[in-house]
């Protein structure tokens, strides 16, 4: 039999030299040490605070400002989301620089968790930050100060929770209007988006290749299962596979000999087809053999774990052969991996593979027979008695059923489509977090209104100095709100004494449209997940900053500035006039 191209991965790899080169000797990184005389090490690190809360706060509420990030490999990037400046922060100063990275970890983490409220809490645990110092210059005990911070956090938590409470649908539209500046056209497109896949459907966003942006929905399924490897990566940007085209293959056992697929990947490899391999699981050396046959370039593959376990995973890739239109490789039903062929692969438009999740992309030509099987399983749900049973059940009809919303950002030009597509993800993740654990009054009105609750809190606290720290919290809560207040042109101050002598807990200022009224009625809500975020995080940062007494940075040095050499002039030979334009004759013309 001729060799295949796919045969190389089975050879062994070549000799190394016996000894390796010697590495050079490490030169030693010195350090400063900066004690916490008289507050001196962390006043210079909450000058990186200070400066973070002021560069991102510019861009919190309906009327805030954006920002220009300079981008050394093509135009700026005019954004208005705080978690994006955010990353760009690094100052030369490394005690301030410290502190910035401090700081960070509060919006980052927010972000993670929540998708939204990376500003909030950023200048929120800048207001613990700034009243914390204030009180540590009078001597008092920074370690019962954090105690009293993080007690008054959790019990913040459980009153935050029954003020909570679930979203209605027309109120989707209005939480991605706020979470995206007040763009009601995003809120309108996210709610829509909603409303034809449901709220536990898949919703993604990519790049549109007109000036507009468009909702399109396209069959396919989403589950959480990521790639097994960083190294099946073909998108380093977003860190996700992406293949057009595919080929499935879908196995329910464990690939422990490599070999077993080579018949399989012998055809990917000569007809240039993408493959996604889905399998109860991959032995190490079969996903070795996969990522070094494509960091070579000669299968373009990405390896997953089958979704679920059990009986369950075996109705999951059954599913998946459905709509895909493939065949599930199962040796009780006669199949085996060695006897697999092409035709037995299943076939989707487009795969993406992120290390949490995959996302599987239909043309619909399986149409006819998803509905046949979903038909199937809603007259199994009608025979069923058993609730757990019927949960199972009406999920696969679910997964089968709804669609993938496909949201195509378009623009004028790069740089305000970067912009848009930011505003979009913002929404789209608060909206999320909104289904999935509520809402409260939005406008930082939430927090403004959980001051109030601290007189209550303390009496549970065990001395004055963790009381000391609950008032710390009590006077950072109010920040955000007169944060809001002064990017809308007002006095900070003012509006929150105002808002705090009305009873009523949902009455605020809205921004927007420069008024105080009740704000659930004018449509303005945060993601009750957001602000939890925010307190929990927001503390956790303060306490370890207000607990710092010792500094360790790097030492600070010159860098190295090499002669400018200086340039040579060119020696200028005059060459007739007929011989300008004669080919070389080196050259093949």
């Known amino acids: 039999m001729a060799s295949s191209p796919?045969?190389?991965?089975?050879?062994?790899?070549?000799?190394?030299?016996p000894f390796p080169p010697k590495k050079p000797t490490p030169k030693p990184i010195y350090k400063d040490i900066h004690f916490n005389h008289d507050l001196s090490a962390i006043k210079k690190l909450q000058v990186g605070v200070d400066l973070v809360a002021r560069l991102v706060g510019v861009t919190l509420g309906p009327k805030g400002r954006n920002v220009v990030l300079h981008n050394p490999f093509g135009p700026p990037k005019i954004v208005n989301d705080g978690e994006t400046v955010?990353?760009?922060?690094?100052?030369?100063?490394?005690?301030?620089?410290l502190g910035v990275k401090l700081v960070r970890q509060a919006g980052a983490k927010t972000n993670d968790?929540?998708?939204?409220?990376?500003?909030?809490?950023?200048?929120?645990?800048?207001?613990?930050?700034?009243?914390?110092?204030?009180?540590?210059?009078?001597?008092?005990?920074?370690?019962?100060?954090?105690?009293?911070?993080?007690?008054?956090?959790?019990?913040?938590?459980?009153?935050?929770?029954?003020?909570?409470?679930?979203?209605?649908?027309?109120?989707?539209a209005s939480v991605a209007t706020i979470s995206a500046g007040n763009d009601e056209k995003i809120g309108n497109l996210i709610s829509d988006a909603f409303n034809k896949v449901g709220k536990t459907g898949f919703i993604r966003i990519e790049n549109g290749k007109s000036a507009e942006i468009n909702l399109e929905i396209v069959k396919g399924m989403q589950f959480d299962r990521g790639f097994l490897s960083p190294h099946f990566i073909t998108d380093q940007t977003n860190m996700q596979v992406e293949y057009s085209n595919c080929k499935i293959l879908l196995v329910d056992k464990k690939i422990g000999n490599p070999k077993e697929m080579f018949e399989i990947l012998d055809s990917a490899v000569k007809e240039k087809f993408p493959i996604l391999i889905i399998a109860e699981d991959l032995e190490p050396v079969a996903v070795a053999l996969l990522i070094r046959n494509k960091i070579k370039g000669i299968i373009k593959s990405v390896a997953i774990k089958a979704p679920a376990f059990g009986a369950r995973k075996s109705d999951y890739l059954d599913d998946l052969a459905i709509l895909t239109g493939g065949k599930v490789v199962r040796e009780?039903?006669?199949?085996?991996?060695?006897?697999?062929?092409?035709?037995?692969?299943?076939?989707?438009?487009?795969?993406?593979v992120t290390k949490d999740s995959t996302l599987i992309v239909t043309d619909g030509i399986t149409r006819n027979a998803v509905n046949a099987r979903v038909s199937s399983l809603k007259s199994l749900v009608e025979n069923t008695k058993e609730?757990?049973?019927?949960?199972?059940?009406?999920?696969?009809?679910?997964?089968l059923s709804d669609g993938i919303a496909i949201i195509h950002v378009g623009a004028q030009t790069v740089v305000e489509q970067k912009d848009r597509k930011l505003r979009i993800e913002d929404a789209l993740n608060a909206t999320k977090a909104a289904i999935e654990e509520g809402v409260v009054v939005g406008g930082g009105c939430s927090l403004l209104r959980l001051s109030l609750k601290i007189d209550k809190i303390k009496e549970s606290l065990d001395n004055e100095e963790q009381k000391i720290g609950?008032?710390?919290?009590?006077?950072?809560?109010?920040y955000p709100m007169?944060?809001?207040?002064?990017?809308?042109?007002?006095?900070?101050?003012?509006?929150?004494d105002k808002v705090l002598a009305n009873g009523d807990i949902n009455y605020g200022y809205n921004a927007a449209k420069n008024r105080y009224e009740d704000l659930i009625s004018a449509g303005i809500l945060d993601p009750?997940?957001?602000?939890?975020?925010?307190?929990?995080?927001?503390?956790?940062?303060?306490?370890?900053?207000?607990?710092?007494?010792?500094?360790?940075?790097?030492?600070?040095?010159?860098?190295?500035?090499?002669?400018?050499?200086p340039i040579p002039t060119p020696k200028i030979t005059k060459t007739p006039l007929n011989n300008m334009f004669m080919p070389s004759r080196g050259l093949k013309w």
């Open 86 to 97: 955010l990353k760009e922060i690094e100052l030369e100063d490394p005690m301030e620089n």
């Open 528 to 565: 009750t997940k957001v602000v939890r975020c925010c307190i929990i995080h927001a503390s956790a940062v303060a306490k370890t900053f207000l607990t710092s007494d010792v500094v360790v940075v790097e030492e600070k040095t010159e860098p190295v500035r090499l002669p400018r050499l």
């Open 470 to 478: 609950a008032d710390i919290f009590k006077r950072a809560l109010s």
């Open 387 to 399: 609730k757990f049973q019927k949960k199972i059940l009406n999920e696969r009809i679910a997964r």
């Open 332 to 352: 009780e039903a006669g199949l085996s991996l060695e006897k697999a062929r092409k035709k037995d692969l299943g076939f989707a438009s487009k795969v993406i």
């Open 113 to 172: 968790m929540a998708g939204d409220g990376c500003t909030t809490s950023i200048i929120l645990a800048q207001g613990l930050i700034s009243e914390g110092i204030k009180v540590l210059a009078a001597g008092i005990n920074p370690v019962q100060i954090a105690r009293g911070i993080d007690k008054t956090a959790q019990a913040l938590i459980s009153e935050l929770n029954l003020m909570s409470r679930e979203i209605e649908d027309h109120e989707i």
């Open 6 to 17: 796919f045969s190389s991965a089975l050879s062994s790899p070549p000799n190394l030299p």
């Open 482 to 496: 007169k944060l809001i207040a002064q990017n809308a042109g007002k006095n900070g101050s003012f509006v929150v």
